[in-house]
């Protein structure tokens, strides 16, 4: 069962197609010979997550992009992408539904860690390859008892060691403030920075405040951090909530020594409505190139991206993190299936899932590569940090390799 | 049939209705061998959904006070019988009657406080329930026995040794038996006194406070009896799925019990399963329709639901089948006259 | 005590976000005795139109203009051609009717624009009154401008007799009709007056919370809160519930940390209608048997 494209963009894309043939033959055309290679998902689509939608779209998009062009060893992608409005009882059926209806081979970027975390089991009794979930869990990088699982993201708890550790070193006697989202992703990153901060250094914490995604702003949550004392600010927040606190916490007056976790870190999404000038100084932990990064400006891949959004995914936000974040996941996809070769089993994928070799999609950060083994399901555990200049995020230090996941 | 059917609350049933009931269940049981384990999964979960909007629809269709939180009991309802299951407690059949309990009287205690409030305002109040749910539910200090954010994890019962059926096949007679029983019960207290003064209630509650109707104590049983409906439900689903956490338990999931309940029509028994069959199925049709907007589609259904059926798929049912009838027997003109009537037939 | 004060102020400001809501609400509720759980997407669709005239170089009040009459003009056609038909449905019926409209619009406003959020402009200037550090510059103006609204919909209300025959057809249809009341567009008249307010408030609330389609769902949560505390049927009052709200939420938050506020607020607001069911300000009904 493919997926339903409205028609309407079926012909926008078609006359896109026709132009862009005509003016630069960047794209080559072949027709997939072989049988079809069937991936399943399932994706927010509505519901309280729907932002994350656009991930599916962009994988979407990608895999029409790998099937215009022969598709991998000839055979064609077709991802079935289902709508779990972010409920886990609806991802159990949902994926019930891929596994035992639509018989697909493999999964690919479900999204959300409660929504997969309800089908952990499931998938890992069915022997389903349960691959690269869109969640930075740290939780699913576990071979030993759910070997058909494998994250992608770099986890939020290498994100908040990495802060923790920056600290200990450049500033240990830092009076830290935390704001965290009140849900799993929030308390994943939090125990991060808590696996780090412990003993003795876990005074070094002297507030920490949770939000809700229901609530309208945080600024009363900015001012409790600042009348704490606190002069570092570790800010777990996701895009909307990243913005307001980027800009209340320097209109306050407060302007601390601000950590910004990479969820809410994009340049376009959420500096720039808040305005550059009040980033300045904002470090983060990246892993994968900003779209709306001057520096990347004339980045070859990044004109690569730019045609390929151009032209298949017209209606998406090119400068959107999510959609790059998805792009390189279909990459490694392909990767994976490619080095499948004939053999098209999901007993092979997983295999080949565990044997990527220093895999670098050229989105990823110069350094950074994808690497897993059978005793590592984790493909993406580097990352970098990089503090805000007032017009880019500018990388320094090393490339770091984190100790969880 | 002792009461007459004009007193009632529901009608009574006649030996046609008994028949085609019996063909139904028995229809019933034999789909799950007929069908994949997906399919009757699917059902398992129609199944449920139907008991809550049952639940849902006693309190709102019958006794008149509006819901926006009935959410909130499933949820209480899930994490008992999860929280049982885990710390190994009690096996797996023996928490749907203590979830059930626990909600009888958290429903109950709830409802005393609600009978202050009227309409909008005690919509308010059940729609504030649902929504400080998931907040609690996540909380540090119970996460111990809630998982927190992370939720529980549940085994997937078996079936006894002696019966050869797959798990999800034991797990939906399992289901069906509870709903079996529950819709009997619920079509019994209804059908009686209780249903009576409940309707009472709904339509003109100071004539029935000066007949003699104890308003005060209807109306919280009524929320008690609701909760626990509602409650055993959230158990069954939450074995079904196998996991519960609060992001299952968005003040969403109340919106869509009321949802159910409308378009399956409401003061109907019946109307449970049809406003059930609605909320399991029509998203996914939705979502094959246009991958862009599911919800715009969605939303398009609802809002010409209730244009073409009003009152309902129960309410059109009975609408047709009036119709219909009096076209061939004038004399059914008479049951035309009766109180919320509904039928107890597909 | 510092804080306490700050936060006090600070929930002032968030206050007058669900006042402003809280106003609409009400606003439709006077006109046609239900409450359309829609009004806060609809707000969030004005207040979509209103940025992409802006980003077609519509200068700001230009577009403030056109977007507040566009919404009168949706809200009288949503009213005459997707309410209208069923307004003689069970109440229930009509909030499912409501709910569909509700996920129609946050949909299409994320098909069409996309989840990323946007920055809106204010039309107030960036210092802060006086210098001080509490409130800025656009939370005052946007409190006086919902302050502004409410004057204008209470002389509306009880000195025009446009406005009493709303009431009017509001409260008594039939005998509305009877005295040559044209019921039917006094709805459609109360739903574009309703609609015309949401966009102002969410005009005055994108450039606080950022432009994203999912911008209302919280707010409109608080703003039936505060509607209902105050009172549904009282414009003041309901608008005195969104500033309740707002500061209580924030100053709860003091006490009981964040993981509890939106519970404990609810829990307040929840006590307070079980000892005044009509809300703080709101008219009791007396039922005649």
Not at chain 2, 100 to 105: A, D, E, K, Y
Not at chain 3, 51 to 69: C, D, E, H, R
Request: charged letters at 15%; proline letters at 6%; a positive charge.
């Amino acid at each position: 069962m493919t997926v339903n494209i409205p028609r309407r963009r079926w012909l926008g894309s078609s006359l896109a197609l026709g132009a862009s043939v005509v003016a630069a033959p960047v794209f080559a055309q072949k027709k997939p010979t072989g049988s079809e290679i069937k991936l399943g998902q399932t994706m927010p689509y509505s519901g309280p997550a729907s932002a994350y939608g656009t991930i599916g779209k962009v994988e979407q998009a990608y895999f029409k992009m790998i099937n215009d062009e022969g598709g991998v060893n000839g055979h064609p992608i077709t991802l079935i992408s289902l709508d779990d409005g972010y409920s886990p009882p609806k991802t159990v059926e949902q994926v019930r539904k891929l596994v035992e209806e639509d018989h697909v081979l493999a999964l690919f970027e479900t999204l959300g860690t409660p929504t997969n975390s309800a089908i952990h089991k499931y998938v890992n009794a069915k022997k389903v390859p349960h691959l690269f979930v869109a969640t930075g869990a740290t939780k699913w990088n576990d071979p030993k008892h759910y070997p058909w699982t494998f994250g992608f993201n770099l986890s939020y708890q290498t994100e908040g060691e990495i802060y923790g550790r920056y600290l200990l070193k450049n500033k240990p006697n830092a009076k830290i403030g935390i704001l965290y989202q009140n849900d799993d992703y929030g308390k994943d990153l939090l125990t991060g920075v808590k696996h780090v901060l412990t003993g003795p250094h876990a005074k070094l914490i002297v507030k920490e405040v949770t939000y809700e995604v229901t609530d309208p702003t945080i600024d009363s949550q900015i001012l409790t951090l600042q009348s704490s004392g606190a002069d570092t600010f570790i800010d777990i927040t996701t895009p909307k909530f990243s913005a307001q606190a980027v800009r209340k916490a320097f209109d306050s007056g407060w302007k601390p020594l601000h950590f910004l976790n990479n969820v809410g870190a994009s340049v376009g999404s959420v500096l720039k409505p808040a305005g550059l000038d009040k980033a300045v100084g904002l470090i983060t932990v990246q892993y994968y190139k900003d779209a709306t990064d001057p520096q990347w400006k004339d980045d070859p891949a990044m004109l690569k991206w730019r045609a390929f959004m151009a032209r298949y995914y017209r209606e998406g936000d090119v400068n959107d993190a999510s959609n790059i974040f998805g792009y390189i996941a279909a990459q490694t996809m392909v990767q994976v299936l490619k080095q499948c070769g004939k053999d098209l089993t999901r007993e092979n994928i997983k295999r080949q899932a565990e044997n990527l070799k220093n895999f670098r999609p050229p989105l990823l950060l110069p350094g950074i590569a994808i690497n897993t083994s059978p005793t590592d399901h984790a493909p993406i555990k580097q990352g970098q940090l990089s503090k805000f200049d007032g017009q880019k995020w500018a990388l320094f230090g090393e490339v770091i390799g984190g100790g969880a996941g | 049939m002792k009461t007459p059917p004009l007193l009632s609350a529901v009608p009574a049933l006649t030996s046609r209705h008994i028949a085609a009931l019996a063909v139904l269940l028995a229809l019933a049981c034999a789909l799950p061998f007929l069908i994949g384990n997906y399919r009757v999964f699917q059902l398992t979960l129609a199944l449920v959904y139907a008991i809550a909007l049952l639940g849902l629809n006693m309190l709102t269709g019958y006794n008149g006070q509006i819901s926006l939180g009935h959410g909130a009991f499933y949820a209480i309802g899930a994490y008992t019988a999860a929280i049982l299951m885990d710390h190994n407690v009690l096996p797996y059949w023996a928490t749907i009657p203590v979830a059930g309990i626990v909600c009888l009287v958290i429903g109950f205690l709830f409802g005393l406080p609600a009978l202050r409030l009227e309409g909008l305002y005690l919509a308010l109040a059940t729609f504030a329930l649902g929504v400080a749910m998931p907040q609690i539910l996540k909380h540090n200090s119970i996460e111990p026995w809630t998982g927190g954010s992370q939720g529980i994890v549940i085994t997937k019962p078996d079936p006894p040794a002696w019966l050869p059926v797959s798990q999800d096949q034991w797990l939906y007679m399992f289901t069906l038996a509870w709903t079996v029983l529950l819709f009997f019960a619920a079509w019994n207290l209804l059908r009686g006194r209780i249903g009576r003064a409940l309707v009472a209630i709904r339509d003109q509650p100071v004539a029935a406070q000066a007949m003699g109707v104890n308003t005060a104590l209807y109306k919280s049983l009524a929320f008690g009896v609701s909760a626990l409906y509602t409650g055993i439900a959230g158990a069954l689903g939450a074995i079904a799925v196998q996991f519960v956490a609060p992001d299952s338990f968005s003040f969403f999931l109340s919106i869509t019990f009321v949802v159910g309940v409308v378009v399956g029509g409401l003061a109907s028994i019946s109307g449970a399963l049809y406003g059930a069959l609605f909320i399991v199925f029509i998203p996914n049709i939705a979502d094959q329709i246009s991958k862009a907007a599911p919800w715009a589609i969605y939303g398009v259904f609802l809002i010409g639901l209730m244009y073409l059926m009003p009152s309902g798929v129960a309410g059109a049912i009975r609408i047709a089948r009036r119709r219909w009838f009096d076209r061939e027997r004038p004399s059914a003109a008479q049951r035309a006259a009766s109180p919320p009537a509904r039928d107890v037939q597909v | 005590m510092d804080l306490l004060l700050h936060q006090a102020l600070s929930g002032l400001a968030t206050g007058g976000i669900y006042a402003s809501v809280a106003l609409a609400l009400v606003m439709i509720y006077q006109a046609t005795h239900l409450v359309n759980f829609a009004q806060g997407e609809m707000a969030m669709f004005s207040t979509y139109l209103a940025w992409s005239l802006m980003q077609a170089g519509v200068p700001y009040w230009g577009a403030f203009a056109i977007t507040v009459v566009a919404a009168f003009v949706g809200g009288v056609l949503i009213e005459r051609v997707v309410v209208q038909p069923v307004e003689n449905s069970p109440i229930l019926s009509l909030v499912i009717v409501f709910i569909g409209l509700l996920v129609i619009f946050n949909s299409v406003a994320g098909w069409i624009f996309t989840y990323t959020i946007k920055p809106f402009p204010s039309p107030f200037p960036e210092q802060p009154l006086f210098g001080n550090r509490y409130l800025s510059s656009h939370d005052m103006g946007s409190t006086a401008v919902t302050l502004v609204v409410l004057s204008l919909v209470f002389v509306f209300f009880r000195f025009t007799p446009l406005g009493l025959a709303m009431r009017a057809a509001a409260q008594n249809p039939v005998s509305s009709r009877l005295v040559g009341v044209r019921v039917g567009w006094m709805l459609a008249l109360g739903w574009g007056l309703a609609s015309a307010i949401g966009a102002v408030a969410g005009i005055m609330v994108a450039p606080v919370v950022f432009l994203e389609p999912n911008m209302m769902g919280g707010i409109l949560l608080y703003a039936f809160a505060g509607a209902l505390l105050g009172g549904i049927d009282s414009p003041g009052g309901a608008v005195l519930g969104g500033f309740i709200v707002g500061v209580l939420e924030n100053v709860i938050g003091v006490y009981v940390g964040s993981e509890l506020k939106l519970t404990m607020a609810l829990v307040i607001i929840v006590g307070v209608l079980v000892v005044r069911p009509a809300g703080l300000f709101g008219k009791v009904h007396v039922a005649r048997v």
